[in-house]
């Protein structure tokens, strides 16, 4: 195939007129061109007056010799997972957690006849949808089926973002899965794709039919609460209903708020330590603001909702975004009863009327000390319990108003920004719940913020408290081949602190389960 680079289109085409635009632009024969696919697709707003598309394509042409002006490309898309596989034990390797981890390693391992066990405290993502829309609307927490727990992860309930700045050829092969079990076309080429919350349901459900079709089994609804170890080597898994699993090989895919899971590890003697991790707020603006900022007015082309990633460094501490949600909302995300934990949330069309983002303080292991490791959780607990008692004890957000909370008091009505968090919001201060150093540093980052999208610390944007589940505060040491100091044990993904999003969780569960069949019998 013969690739065209850096082609401007300031028209919305289809991808027939595109085709004949790339040819005319290019002098090539439309006639030569046996096929095209689009390789990747951006926007380039950097001059508002001149808003464009920007694209590369592939093309399958005849007589390639005829263009020899083009770069040659071949067809191969991404690389092929290469396994060499040792395993042969007849026991099934046990996968604690159905998020993109444990579904991506599931099915590596079914694909190389492992017939992998899969062990989810929450409900199917069918069922698991009913009981999370029941604490949206009524305030009602299942405490082991919500937005954090359940099949496919706290990913379900989100932008579905497959954005990462990690480099790895995994990561194709990551959007080519995602794609054949439904995801749209456009996430393969697209510069930021993301599936949104509406796709995400049915394509981590065929996900599961697949696996279960290649010989793996999944039990939801079983809480895992124990871990028999003998010799360091681990045995088997026990469950909340009594059910026990034997096996040499568990892959923790837990996930970033499995409290009590980290507790147990902690007290079996599994090696782990403290980590970074930040908290702050969910911020709302009207989508509008963000698309006049980031592409300006003149446009005429049918943009998608417009994003932002911002950062701010401080003195001491830096302010960034994250997860930022265009015409999305800001959904209840508790896991834990008397807690208020928020998070973004978009379907694939992103039409909603506000956009919102986390904005979120950096925190170190110095920031909460104490000898356990599991420190940096309590601190997330106490801040979610005071959130929770700050919004009334009813599962209310707490929220403040930019404005209010750039000048040192409390909220009491609501601006021209409706806040989209159910079950519903109390104008608060948040500053109350939060340590200085973290409502100074957020106050400090509004204020720069502003400089780059004016009217991001508009008086009447929400804040919304509050948001701590960005990464894990934990991480189980694991070694060069992903085994914990208890061998067998693999601990994988953002639980264990080593991703941080769909993309590299989903990337870390394939790595963690080709060490499993790769390793050699003892």
């Given at each position: 195939?013969?690739?065209i ?37 951006s926007?380039d ?23 020899p ?11 092929e ?22 579904l ?16 989810e ?35 379900t ?32 080429y697209?510069a ?10 049915f ?24 871990f028999?170890?003998?010799?360091h ?13 034997e ?32 908290v ?6 009207h ?30 501490r ?9 015409g ?15 998070n ?8 909603g ?7 979120l ?11 356990s ?10 801040l ?18 930019v ?8 909220s ?7 806040p ?22 957020l ?5 720069f ?22 990464s ?7 070694d ?8 067998g ?8 602190g080593?991703?941080g ?22």
């Amino acid at each position: 195939m013969i690739r065209i680079r850096d082609l401007k289109v300031r028209e919305d085409f289809s991808k027939e007129k595109l085709l004949a635009f790339a040819c005319q632009k290019n002098r090539i024969h439309q006639e030569d061109v046996k096929d095209f696919r689009i390789f990747k697709k951006s926007v380039d707003a950097r001059n508002k007056n001149d808003v464009c598309y920007v694209y590369t394509l592939d093309l399958l042409v005849e007589n390639e010799s005829k263009y020899p002006q083009f770069e040659k490309v071949s067809l191969q898309s991404f690389e092929e997972l290469k396994i060499m596989v040792n395993r042969k034990n007849t026991v099934s390797p046990i996968i604690v957690g159905a998020g993109p981890a444990g579904l991506f390693a599931a099915l590596t391992l079914a694909q190389y006849g492992a017939r992998p066990i899969v062990i989810e405290q929450g409900s199917p993502v069918e069922e698991r949808q009913k009981e999370v829309e029941l604490f949206w609307k009524e305030g009602i927490l299942h405490t082991t089926s919500n937005v954090q727990f359940g099949e496919g992860g706290a990913g379900t309930f989100s932008d579905g973002k497959l954005t990462t700045g990690v480099n790895d050829p995994l990561c194709q092969k990551v959007l080519h899965d995602f794609y054949h079990f439904g995801a749209p076309e456009q996430i393969l080429y697209t510069a930021k794709p993301h599936i949104g919350t509406d796709h995400l349901r049915f394509i981590v459900k065929n996900m599961r039919e697949e696996i279960i079709r290649l010989g793996g089994l999944f039990y939801f609804g079983e809480k895992v609460v124990d871990f028999v170890v003998e010799n360091h080597h681990i045995q088997k898994v026990v469950c909340q209903s009594g059910k026990e699993f034997e096996t040499d090989a568990v892959l923790l895919a837990i996930g970033h708020s499995a409290g009590e899971t980290f507790q147990k590890l902690y007290e079996k003697g599994i090696q782990m330590e403290k980590k970074n991790f930040s908290v702050g707020v969910r911020i709302e603006h009207h989508q509008k603001l963000i698309n006049e900022s980031q592409y300006g007015t003149k446009t005429k082309l049918n943009l998608p909702p417009a994003e932002y990633k911002l950062a701010y460094h401080g003195k001491d501490r830096a302010c960034y975004t994250f997860c930022m949600c265009p015409g999305g909302v800001v959904v209840a995300s508790s896991s834990e009863e008397n807690t208020v934990v928020t998070n973004g949330m978009s379907y694939f069309k992103r039409e909603g009327e506000n956009a919102n983002s986390a904005l979120l303080v950096n925190l170190t292991p110095e920031d909460f000390p104490g000898d356990s490791p599991l420190e940096g959780l309590y601190f997330r607990e106490k801040l979610e319990k005071a959130a929770f008692e700050l919004g009334g004890n009813n599962y209310f957000a707490p929220i403040q108003l930019v404005g209010d909370f750039l000048s040192g008091k409390k909220s009491e009505t609501i601006g021209s920004v409706k806040p989209t968090y159910l079950p519903g919001v109390t104008p608060s201060n948040l500053s109350s719940i939060f340590p200085d150093y973290v409502t100074q540093t957020l106050a400090e980052g509004l204020r720069f913020f502003d400089t780059k999208i004016k009217g991001f610390a508009s008086h009447d944007a929400v804040l919304i408290g509050v948001e701590t589940r960005s990464s894990s505060p934990v991480r189980i040491v694991r070694d060069e081949n992903y085994e914990s100091n208890i061998k067998g044990l693999y601990p994988c993904s953002e639980g264990a602190g080593y991703a941080g999003g769909i993309m590299t969780a989903s990337v870390d569960g394939i790595k963690c389960a080709k060490a499993i069949l790769e390793k050699e019998e003892e």
